[in-house]
Every structure is written in structure tokens, then in C-alpha cells.
């Protein structure tokens, strides 16, 4: 009798293993855009984050559903240098519908929650990480770093929290034809790598390209100003 309940601990421990190697195969993950987790921005300049979930354990779970919804922010974890956001977040073009206004933890760079009523496999989204290769690249986000030159700060995927379930795949049909709707994945994605940035100040060309810029728009409008007055 204790061998088998000796047996049945170790079945339960095994089962409890196993799930937990499962869950953590899907990674919501980050590099700056053109590759890499680290880099240095010009201060008050745009710079480009790419999100992306990644299955790394060999499942076929996102490659034979597709995802319905899908919904991530970014946050500072770290460091001296604000981090903001600079424009609009670039979604996946498989999303019908997007919003740009979702919270995520404090403190909030940026974040967004995306669905689709006919996103599935067929559609092909995403090239893949490097060494990844079933990968999803779900949104680009527009940034700026202020801040005194050398500033660090350490960037992190996030997910939605909250009332938002961010994560769900679309479904499939079974053998029989019928349709078997997919499943929230919240539960089973954990962050993976963390982007690291430091500021500097731009290149002396792109101060004078600026200031350039800013002397011809000013110079226009005072020729618009002079001719309305004369």
C-alpha cells in the first residue's frame, strides 16, 4: 500500500514537472529593432522596440491555431534614463483591431491589446527570431530616451494584467469537424530577455541637420506672416 502511494506522489510530482517545462516554452519577448538586446540611443531621438512570442518548446500550439487576441506593454525595470513613448505602436497587419490605450504594470512606457476575427496559421505572420523557429513578431513600438549623458535603464515585457486576458489562441477543428475554440494563454507566458539602453548625445551632423530643419520651417512661416501683412 505505501509503495503505491509512494508511486502515486512521484506520478503527481512528474505530472507537476512536466506541466510547469510546458508552460514555460511560450516567451513574450523583446529586441530593439535590426537585432540585439543592447544599444545606445541619442537622447530625445526615436528608437524602435520589436515585441515577440516565441514557442521554444517544441510545441505546435501557435503554428496550427494562430492567435485571436494578443495584448503586451513595456516597462522601466531599471535605471536613471526616462524612457517614453515617441509615436504610434506598430501592430501585426493580422489584427483587425487595435487599441493603444491599455494599462500594464507601473511604470508604463507603452502597451497594446490586439484581435482579429480570422487569424489563424494560414496567414503566415512573422519571420522568426533568429534560432527561433516558431516565432510571432507582434508589434513595434516607437520610443525616446531623456536624460543626462550615460543614463541606463532596463526595459521589460509585461503582460496586460488586470481584467485583460492578453493572450488567446483561435481555435481548431477536430476530426469530426467540429469547431474547438482556443484557450487563454495568460497563464503560461513568462518574459524573456530584458533590453538594456544608455543615452548619448546625437552626432553633431544631426544637431545641424535639426537645427537646419527648424531654421527653414521658421524662415517659411515668416514669409507667410510677411506677405498676409503687406
Known amino acids: 500500500m505505501s509503495r503505491f502511494i509512494s508511486n502515486c506522489l512521484i506520478g503527481l510530482l512528474l505530472l507537476t514537472f512536466s506541466s510547469n517545462v510546458a508552460s514555460a516554452g ?9 537585432g540585439g538586446t543592447s544599444k545606445t540611443v541619442n537622447i530625445g531621438q526615436s528608437f524602435f522596440v520589436e515585441m515577440w512570442i516565441s514557442d521554444t518548446d517544441g510545441s505546435t500550439l501557435l503554428t496550427e491555431e ?9 516597462v522601466k525595470s531599471a535605471g536613471a534614463a526616462s524612457v517614453t513613448k515617441a509615436g504610434n505602436t506598430v501592430v501585426n497587419s493580422g489584427f483587425d483591431t487595435v487599441d493603444q490605450n491599455q494599462a500594464t504594470a507601473s511604470p508604463q512606457i507603452a502597451a497594446f ?4 476575427s480570422d487569424l489563424g496559421p494560414a ?3 512573422g519571420a522568426g527570431l533568429v534560432g527561433v523557429a516558431n516565432s510571432f513578431l507582434l508589434a513595434t513600438f ?27 489562441t483561435y481555435g481548431h477543428f477536430d476530426g469530426g469537424g467540429d469547431f474547438v475554440p482556443g484557450v487563454i494563454l495568460d497563464g ?11 543615452t548619448a ?18 524662415g517659411t512661416a515668416w514669409k507667410r506672416r510677411r506677405k498676409i501683412s503687406v
Open 26 to 34: 511560450l516567451i513574450l519577448d523583446l529586441q530593439f529593432q535590426g
Open 66 to 74: 494562430g492567435l485571436l487576441t494578443a495584448g503586451g506593454g513595456l
Open 113 to 116: 491589446f490586439a484581435s482579429t
Open 123 to 125: 496567414t503566415g505572420i
Open 142 to 168: 516607437e520610443l525616446q530616451a531623456t536624460g543626462a549623458i550615460g543614463d541606463m535603464a532596463t526595459i521589460d515585457a509585461a503582460l496586460l494584467g488586470g481584467a485583460f486576458e492578453g493572450f488567446a
Open 188 to 198: 503560461q507566458i513568462v518574459s524573456g530577455q530584458s533590453l538594456s539602453l544608455t
Open 201 to 218: 548625445v546625437p552626432e553633431p551632423a544631426s544637431i545641424f541637420l535639426g537645427s537646419l530643419t527648424a531654421a527653414m520651417a521658421g
